[in-house]
């Protein structure tokens, strides 16, 4: 679908991932929305993109709050045509833990976010694709959801994280099948280790270590490589029901 004039909802567009997806909804004559909690970040994207950006604070998790977002972006924009589901948390936590069981409720904050959150957003923006006319191959939207390498080969640490990475990956088939009737594709993006916010906290030399362990190339992902492959999903109608890996073919170890 031609992207030109077209309207996205972007989740965690506020910074990161999110963010190039929004800089490159802009850049191809396009308009976003951002869903995000973070307020002073999202408030510089629509400074800068005046009249072709809006910011609508959001939980994701919030069924009520996402519902009356959908809207606000309607009544903003007048439609919404895509969906690129980028926001996420994840705490590193052992199930056995030095102070002993890991807390349930980390565990399900996560999946709240990463995987409800996802879900949530995807049901509500979806009713509004159905409205859209159609193209000429019948296509009236896409939704692209971020899950992680994490899901294929989760370490240690990482159980909360990788089951919402998982459960991303598994359903996005029955999604693509499901909306296949109203013209809706569904893919997901798996990234490997990108240059974001996330990894502020990471020591330049642990960076150096992360990085050397790519095959290639050996440096961390740019946001910008990850909307590159959002743009060609948008505008690529034969991409379907699928997860495609964006990770400089890494396979995470262990730990």
């Known amino acids: 679908m031609n992207i030109f004039d077209k309207v996205a909802i972007v989740t965690g567009g506020a910074s990161g991932l999110g963010m190039a997806c929004v800089r490159l909804m802009v850049q191809k004559g396009g308009r976003a929305a951002i869903f995000d909690l973070n307020e002073e970040k999202a408030e510089g994207l629509v400074d800068e993109y005046k009249g072709k950006v809006c910011f609508i604070k959001t939980n994701v998790a919030d069924d009520q709050n996402v519902k009356h977002a959908v809207q606000e972006v309607m009544e903003t924009f007048g439609a919404v045509h895509f969906t690129i589901n980028c926001a996420g948390i994840g705490f590193p936590e052992k199930v056995i833990g030095?102070?002993?069981?890991?807390?349930?409720?980390?565990?399900?904050?996560?999946?709240?976010?990463?995987?409800?959150?996802?879900?949530?957003?995807?049901?509500?923006?979806?009713?509004?694709?159905?409205?859209?006319?159609?193209?000429?191959?019948?296509?009236?939207?896409?939704?692209?959801?971020?899950?992680?390498?994490?899901a294929y080969e989760?370490?240690?640490?990482?159980?909360?994280?990788?089951?919402?990475?998982?459960?991303?990956?598994?359903?996005?088939?029955?999604?693509?099948?499901?909306?296949?009737?109203?013209?809706?594709?569904?893919?997901?993006?798996?990234?490997?280790?990108?240059?974001?916010?996330?990894?502020?906290?990471?020591?330049?030399?642990?960076?150096?270590?992360?990085?050397?362990?790519?095959?290639?190339?050996?440096r961390f992902g740019d946001p910008k490589e990850f909307a590159a492959l959002a743009g060609h999903i948008l505008e690529n109608p034969i991409i379907n029901g699928e997860t495609i890996r964006l990770d400089g073919s890494l396979r995470m170890a262990d730990r």
Not at 129 to 140: F, H, R
Not at 182 to 210: M, Q
């Open 98 to 150: 030095k102070d002993g069981p890991m807390p349930m409720d980390k565990f399900e904050k996560t999946m709240a976010v990463n995987l409800s959150g996802t879900l949530n957003v995807i049901r509500h923006a979806t009713l509004k694709m159905m409205e859209n006319d159609p193209n000429a191959d019948g296509e009236k939207g896409v939704i692209i959801n971020t899950s992680s390498i994490a």
């Open 154 to 218: 989760g370490q240690i640490g990482q159980v909360a994280y990788t089951a919402s990475k998982a459960a991303l990956v598994g359903i996005t088939l029955p999604l693509a099948r499901e909306f296949a009737d109203y013209g809706i594709r569904v893919v997901t993006i798996a990234p490997g280790i990108f240059d974001t916010p996330i990894l502020a906290w990471v020591p330049e030399k642990a960076k150096a270590a992360l990085a050397s362990k790519i095959p290639f190339p050996k």
